[in-house]
């Protein structure tokens, strides 16, 4: 069992430089990747606007792909599924080609997900979903974890580019001292500002998920 994740890129067809854009995510992906390797297969583009990676644990993949949220910048931002199960690969004499269970979670989750956004919860960036015949340890995880995203994107969606900037930092473990120095700013407002957006909230919850402090 791994966990496959599949991103679309939020509003792909109203950017005005979707090569830019495509350049700025993939310099963002490479960026988390290299501070914070985890991905077995690192988010990489398939078709149109579609990433898609895997991971070897469910609090790997919600540790990066908060990460990325974090990292990019305004006007640029991805949709996640998240898919817990098995993947396998299928010989083509075209590809490398992965499917099973796994990636038709992950193309349910982004379903999901895009769904929650058009509709209440306009915020909505990701969701999970497992494959048939989770273990009911798994299923209980992928509850609390869906929670934790519903109000997690939330926090981050209304954050501002410095406020994830901030964030990130603190996710990495940054003192507040260096990201200030970094921001040119003072350590008391770096403190200000990620009290304001929630920062601590989001970094705890993903601490809780994989059960350990902050």
Request: proline letters at 4%.
């Amino acid at each position: 069992m791994v966990i496959a994740v599949i991103a679309d890129i939020v509003g792909s067809r109203s950017l005005r430089d979707r090569t830019a854009a495509q350049r700025t995510l993939e310099r963002t992906i490479a960026r988390v990747e290299a501070e914070a390797p985890s991905a077995v297969q690192p988010l990489t583009p398939t078709v149109g606007d579609e990433q898609q990676g895997v991971y070897p644990q469910l609090a790997d993949a919600l540790a990066a792909l908060l990460m990325i949220q974090l990292a990019l910048p305004d006007g640029v931002g991805f949709r996640f599924g998240i898919g817990v199960g098995d993947i396998r690969a299928v010989d083509s004499a075209h590809t490398d080609l992965s499917d099973g269970p796994g990636w038709w979670a992950a193309r349910e989750a982004i379903e999901i997900a895009h769904a929650r956004e058009r509709r209440a919860v306009p915020r909505s960036r990701s969701w999970i979903v497992g494959a048939p015949e989770q273990t009911e340890v798994m299923e209980s995880t992928i509850r609390a974890s869906n929670a934790y995203l519903l109000v997690r994107d939330e926090l981050v969606g209304a954050m501002s580019e410095r406020e994830r900037r901030l964030t990130y930092g603190r996710l990495l473990g940054r003192s507040q001292e260096e990201i200030a120095d970094e921001e040119g700013i003072t350590q008391p407002s770096v403190s200000k500002s990620l009290r304001r957006a929630g920062s601590q909230a989001v970094i705890d919850g993903l601490a809780a998920l994989r059960g350990g402090a902050s």
